[in-house]
Structure formats: C-alpha cells, structure tokens
C-alpha cells in the first residue's frame, strides 16, 4: 500500500473509522508510519495521539479497543479508511460514536419505515393511522394481515404483471415489518438470525 506521510508536514493521515457491520462512521483519528505498522502488526487500532505526543491505542484504558478488518487509502494516498470491529462504545463520552449516534445497522428507508411503525406502536391511540388501528386490534389481526399478504404475493408470482407482483411485495414487507415490532423484534434481529445460519 503506498502512503504519502509526507504530505502534511507533521507526518500524520486522517484515519476514518469505519464499523465493519454497520457501516457507521465511529470516529476520525490520525496516524503516523508507526501507528499504521502497530495497528497492522496488533490487529487493534493504534493513533498517534497529538495531544498526548505518543502512540495511542485504542481501547488501552477503557478496554474499547477496535479491531481491525481492513484498510484502504484514497485516491491521493494521504487519508485511510480503516473498518473495524468495535469492543463497546467508541467515543470517550460512552457513546457509540463520536457524533453522539447509536452504532446500529442501517437499512435506509426501510429503518425510517421502522420507526414510524414504533411511533405508532407507541402512539395506538391515533384515529387516523391504518398501522395503530392494527396494532389495536392486537396481534392476531396483524399475524392475519401477514398471511393474506404472503397468499397474495404467491398469486402474483404466478401471474405476469411486475406492477401488482412489486406491489404485493411491498404489502407483504410493510405487514411483516408491523408484526416484527409487534412481537418486539426489528429487522435486524431477523439478519442476526440469517448470519448465524450463513
């Protein structure tokens, strides 16, 4: 790997850490030659501490450390992405970042649909939702609402038109994901379960 140290004239490289599984950005730290060398030697993640004038592990105080997966350098070579795995939170303040952000998997959208159907959950009491009336009719309406979306689908799948396929696919999923929370589960316990299996 080519690195140009010498870039900046006090010999460090900005290193983005990044989690390994959930993609979320942890933390910024900077590396010397040294640093790189140790990380890479140690498999956990060492800085150069400008504060401190000396090389910093990661985790040597708190127990934190972040192991490494990978590193990768830009296009300029002068800035690493360095993906890890996380022994407990990142930041010094406890938190899971150094943003004051929980490092949990991220589906896009699909998280975003996640939690308004928490917030119904937590909100029944909502006249107009279609998503607190399920949950007010309690578990075995929804578990139902599940089957009548799963039959559909497999009509769909055996007739030729990509619109309701794609549309019942969505029903299902949206049902799914209401009877996940229902039970007290979210999507990503469904993919902890399927990377056991995998």
């Known amino acids: 790997m080519k690195v140009d140290f010498n870039k900046n004239a006090d ?34 993640v060492t800085f150069y501490s400008r504060t401190k004038k000396r090389l910093w592990t990661k985790g040597e105080e708190s127990g934190n ?15 690493f992405l360095i993906t890890v795995s996380p022994d407990g939170p990142t930041c010094h303040k406890g938190t899971d970042t150094c943003w004051e952000e929980e490092n949990k998997q991220n589906f896009g959208f699909i998280s975003e649909l996640e939690d308004i159907i928490a917030d119904r959950k937590a909100n029944m009491d909502n006249e107009k939702s279609y998503v ?25 799948a055996k007739d030729n038109s990509e ?36």
């Open 11 to 44: 010999g460090l490289i900005p290193a983005i850490i990044q989690d390994a599984t959930t993609k979320n950005v942890l933390m910024l730290g900077y590396m010397n030659e040294e640093a790189l060398k140790k990380t890479q030697e140690t498999k956990k």
């Open 65 to 79: 450390f972040l192991h490494l997966v990978s590193v990768k350098n830009d296009c300029d070579n002068d800035t």
């Open 163 to 198: 619109e309701l396929f794609l549309n019942e696919g969505s029903d299902l999923l949206f049902h799914y994901l209401i009877l996940l929370q229902a039970k007290g589960y979210t999507l990503n316990d469904i993919v902890e379960v399927l990377k056991k299996r995998h």
């Open 132 to 156: 607190a009336s399920l949950f007010r009719k309690g578990i075995n309406k929804i578990a139902q609402k599940v089957g009548e979306e799963a039959v559909e689908i497999v009509i769909e």
